[in-house]
């Protein structure tokens, strides 16, 4: 109660868009002399706590960002002060970094230094999960700026990644490792870009240059309309009739225009080539086979070598889609920390009572066993997953009973092959079964499905108190996801 008045205050106080100093001055006025009171006492208990309050009522306040921040600063500046308050600290810059974009990049490096900490003198329970999550933090920092385009930048991200990976021996290295390749590769390609885009400048007639800076942009870069600009001044008219087909869209492509362009693609993916370059032109060459396919040609042998070449792209890559740029590996990559995903890790996953078993989530290559008949191997995840952990089924039990203790958010995974089939023998099961709807209906929102499609991943926010009973078969079981360390 004594919480919520206080948020009842700052939406009094503060209105939206008020300066910096009135955020202070209602600081002042609602924490002022606590800070100042357990700072004058040696019992970092009170730090901790009031850390953990001032968190609390930060996630409440989005509305007034000035006071949020201020809040989430001195939360951090209270919670470094002892192992038993690393957590809030991490939480409270996880919030800045989710909400405050300008402050962001000071908050991640505030998190890995704590990250860092907590890792050697944390909790020994805790120290893994840290470091997991600092490497994990690194490598999203590195994706971001790949996005951004800043390769180097990124390749610094990734190294700091695999150093502490390397230590810690993580079973993500080496899709680390991949991503610290790449962005140097991609950082030497812009540059060799650069250099060929100065000496055709110098030489607008240069031919050669036009053409490798053609095929740059088509192969490294994945860009047919800025390979376009430069067609003008290609001699090869292999390579100019293919790049003006690969610069129109699909639909604007006939059956003969589609194969004859996928064709092309699929041979500039053959090897010697690197994995990343064949499942980029593979990527674009399955798009155009599948947009023949599509259309009602009689060509029945283009059809079957349209078909020939599909199942041959998906079994090297899986199922690709033309708007995946990224190569479908065995070995996953790097499970980044999604920046929604670890502040709750932290701060917001609901404490649950439940009769389980808890093991780490692992991402292996597909159609890797487990080892145990009812645990399953996770294969096609989120990103994140890799930092939390889930409830070992039970073989033949079928329903999953829990109970929350502390409110935050439940993630579960139901079985959703033959949802509720009800053929199997009679028994109590068949009327304990929900449908999709009735989940639906109980306040379950689907995030997506896992593994295939055999589990469905749900999301609901839970209050203390509730208690759930869920079943969707007769013998899998739903499964439980929170964070490491978690329970």
């Not at 919670?79 to 991490?90: E, L, R, S």
């Not at 067609?231 to 699909?250: C, F, G, M, Y």
């Not at 808890?358 to 990103?383: H, N, Y």
């Not at 959703?416 to 109590?428: A, F, H, K, T, V």
């Amino acid at each position: 109660m004594l919480r919520l008045s206080i948020v009842l205050t700052i939406v009094l106080l503060v209105t939206p868009g008020a300066s910096g100093d009135d955020a202070a001055k209602v600081f002042e006025t609602l924490y002022g002399s606590k800070i100042r009171q357990v700072s004058a006492t040696g019992d970092r208990a009170d730090d901790v706590a009031l850390a953990m309050e001032l968190l609390e009522v930060a996630g409440k306040s989005g509305s007034t960002p000035g006071l949020q921040a201020l809040m989430c600063d001195t939360a951090y500046d209270l919670g470094i002060k002892h192992p038993d308050g690393y957590t809030a600290a991490i939480a409270a810059m996880q919030l800045v970094a989710e909400s405050h974009e300008t402050k962001r990049s000071e908050a991640r490096e505030k998190m890995i230094d704590i990250l860092s900490r907590k890792s050697r003198i944390g909790k020994p329970e805790e120290r893994d999960a840290a470091s997991d999550v600092m490497i994990n933090l690194l490598a999203t920092i590195g994706d971001e700026l790949m996005e951004k385009k800043e390769y180097l930048e990124a390749a610094r991200e990734y190294r700091r990644a695999l150093i502490l990976g390397q230590q810690r021996k993580t079973d993500s290295l080496d899709a680390i490792k991949e991503k610290f390749d790449r962005a140097n590769a991609r950082d030497r390609t812009e540059k060799k870009l650069a250099l060929l885009t100065e000496k055709l400048q110098g030489d607008a007639n240069d031919s050669a240059t036009a053409e490798e800076i053609v095929k740059l942009q088509l192969m490294e870069f994945d860009d047919p309309t800025a390979a376009s600009q430069y067609l003008d001044r290609v001699k090869d008219e292999n390579l100019k009739i293919h790049a003006q087909l690969a610069a129109k869209s699909l639909a604007e492509l006939d059956g003969d225009a589609s194969m004859k362009l996928g064709e092309w693609y699929f041979s500039l993916g053959r090897p010697p080539t690197t994995t990343e370059v064949q499942h980029r032109m593979w990527r674009r060459a399955n798009g155009c086979f599948q947009h023949f396919l599509s259309l009602p040609t009689g060509e029945e042998l283009k059809r079957t070598q349209a078909d020939i070449r599909v199942a041959e792209i998906k079994k090297t890559f899986g199922d690709i889609t033309s708007g995946d740029t990224r190569p479908s590996q065995a070995t996953q990559p790097t499970p980044a920390v999604p920046p929604k995903t670890t502040a709750r890790a932290f701060s917001s996953f609901a404490s649950i009572k439940v009769d389980a078993t808890w093991a780490p989530v692992k991402v292996v290559s597909k159609d890797t066993p487990s080892g145990e008949k009812w645990v399953p191997a996770w294969f096609d995840v989120p990103k994140g997953m890799e930092e939390l952990q889930f409830t070992k089924p039970k073989a033949y039990q079928g329903s999953l009973a829990f109970t929350i203790e502390k409110a935050g958010k439940v993630l579960l995974a139901v079985p959703q092959q033959d949802w509720g089939n009800r053929s199997l023998s009679g028994g109590p099961w068949k009327d304990e079964v929900q449908s999709r709807e009735q989940l639906k209906s109980m306040g379950w929102n689907e995030v997506q499905s896992l593994n295939g499609d055999r589990y469905l991943l749900l999301q609901r926010d839970c209050k203390a108190g509730e208690t759930f009973t869920i079943r969707t078969k007769k013998y899998d079981m739903p499964i439980l996801f929170i964070p490491r360390g978690g329970g």
